[in-house]
């Protein structure tokens, strides 16, 4: 169980584009989710919080207007990258977070989606 | 001084040897502590949560230190498919909100 897909496996697009990425938790219902960026060499970090049926938290330095993120549903979150640019080339990844959360609050992670801005 | 710390190696070790590895977290309200895996080009995958009391399975030992603010991974005999970045994550609640933030990752090489 908890299963967490993302859409998109990998996207090359050209700079000025709009791509949006789909994150689904399969077969367990997810109050929040998160969405993480990667960059080559460096650690996951964080981006914001998505919780169903409210705004998403960013973290500083994270432009809300350039990513924006919806998340309509329990097993549902968007992140849409507009306007992308060849810097905002990376490794986003998204985790969702049971209906139930356990003590130790685990999260469990989609597979990503490689991004690459031409 | 970074929240998670981790010594990024790469870590060469023969196979069958016995490898740990710590990393250091600057949030002393920091609850929740977890070593995931991650694979070149993958998502990170959970490997194990640290307890107190530390923490054992199968090959791999998790212990922390609360005082000292340092969890540890032991691994015993390791195997070539344990060639992995394992990476120290810590769950912190800030502001009535939880988040995990990661170390950037211990890269383990083992060698035939």
């Known amino acids: 169980g908890a299963v967490v897909s993302q859409h998109p496996s990998w996207v090359i697009c050209k700079s000025g584009t709009s791509v949006k990425i789909e994150c689904r938790s399969l077969d367990f219902q997810a109050t929040t989710m998160f969405w993480y960026r990667q960059f080559p060499k460096q650690s996951l970090m964080l981006m914001a919080t998505?919780?169903?049926?409210?705004?998403?938290?960013?973290e500083q330095g994270v432009e809300k207007d350039k990513f924006l993120i919806n998340h309509a549903s329990l097993t549902l979150s968007t992140l849409t990258v507009t306007s992308a640019h060849p810097e905002d080339s990376s490794f986003y990844i998204c985790?969702?977070?049971?209906?139930?959360?356990?003590?130790?609050?685990?999260?469990?992670f989609g597979p990503g989606t490689r991004l690459t801005v031409l | 001084r970074k929240e998670v710390e981790q010594d990024p190696g790469p870590f060469n070790v023969p196979e069958g040897a016995t490898v740990a590895f710590n990393c250091t977290y600057s949030n002393s309200a920091s609850q929740s502590f977890f070593w995931y895996r991650q694979d070149c080009r993958k998502e990170p995958k959970l490997l194990m949560s640290?307890?107190?009391s530390g923490n054992e399975d199968g090959r791999f030992t998790a212990q922390l230190n609360r005082a000292s603010q340092y969890i540890s991974l032991l691994i015993r005999d390791s195997k070539l498919s344990d060639s992995a970045t394992y990476l120290c994550?810590?769950?912190?609640?800030?502001?009535?909100?939880?988040?995990?933030?990661f170390g950037k990752g211990t890269h383990l090489i083992i060698q035939p």
């Open positions: 998505s919780n169903e049926g409210s705004k998403a938290t960013y």
């Open positions: 640290v307890y107190s």
């Open positions: 985790s969702a977070r049971d209906l139930i959360a356990g003590a130790y609050n685990e999260q469990f």
């Open positions: 994550v810590v769950n912190t609640i800030r502001g009535g909100a939880d988040g995990l933030t």
